[in-house]
């Protein structure tokens, strides 16, 4: 496990209070001192802070379609890609059982842990510092975003696509449930047959998962080149 002074360097962050983010990289399998406030408070800022952004970045949008992609660069998605891209897992705390089965690289867990990253920077020294974090993280994902792509989710725009070029709807299928009710996650595939395209996305719901999946095929170099 690397140290996290690591992490600081990676988020952009130095830490006055260094057991804030040892906390922030504590699962609840490893300790009753978890992660798990600290992502509740971390959701709250993340949502404040994209808000804002998604508001001065277009002025033409309406509410509907702000709500939109700020719902789709905040779901689960989004900050497991941020915590692969900062290598996340490396920090995180889990324990024995979590560890043997893969869980400090689950995209639930590892998506949870960024949240609770923005958590522990907020209570360490307040909003300004978490926007910069966040902001700084987020900086790929929002530089993206085009007026085309503003209002719509990854599904509506994978269907727009390959209805432009009069290919057949792509084809949803839930391959696994796992977890507890409470705590489920969804492994589902996404095929576009005459793209030869099979990928995978996983979520806490189903529609996230089929979104996630959908993002994996509007990536792909076959829907890239359709797009020119």
Do not use: W
Not at 68 to 80: D, P
């Amino acid at each position: 496990m690397l140290p996290l002074s690591e992490l600081e360097n990676r988020i952009g962050y130095k830490f006055k209070n260094e057991s804030l983010l040892k906390r922030a990289m504590t699962h609840r399998s490893f300790s009753s001192e978890n992660n798990e406030r600290l992502e509740f408070l971390g959701d709250s800022v993340l949502n404040c802070v994209i808000g804002n952004a998604l508001f001065l970045k277009d002025k033409h949008f309406d509410e509907g379609s702000l709500s939109r992609v700020r719902s789709n660069l905040v779901k689960q998605s989004a900050l497991a890609e941020i915590a692969e891209r900062i290598g996340i897992s490396e920090f995180l705390r889990v324990g024995e059982g979590e560890l043997h089965t893969g869980g400090n690289r689950r995209p639930s867990t590892i998506a949870d842990a960024v949240e609770a990253i923005f958590g522990a920077v907020f209570t360490d020294s307040g909003f300004e510092s978490a926007q910069t974090v966040i902001i700084r993280l987020y900086e790929p994902m929002l530089s993206k975003l085009t007026p085309d792509t503003l209002g719509k989710d990854p599904k509506t725009r994978l269907q727009e696509v390959l209805q432009g070029h009069h290919y057949g709807l792509p084809v949803y299928e839930v391959l696994e449930v796992r977890g507890l009710p409470h705590d489920q996650e969804f492994l589902v595939s996404v095929s576009v047959p005459k793209l030869d395209i099979n990928l995978q996305g996983v979520g806490r719901s189903r529609r996230q998962a089929e979104q996630e999946a959908a993002q994996k095929a509007l990536d792909s170099e076959a829907v890239k080149k359709l797009k020119g």
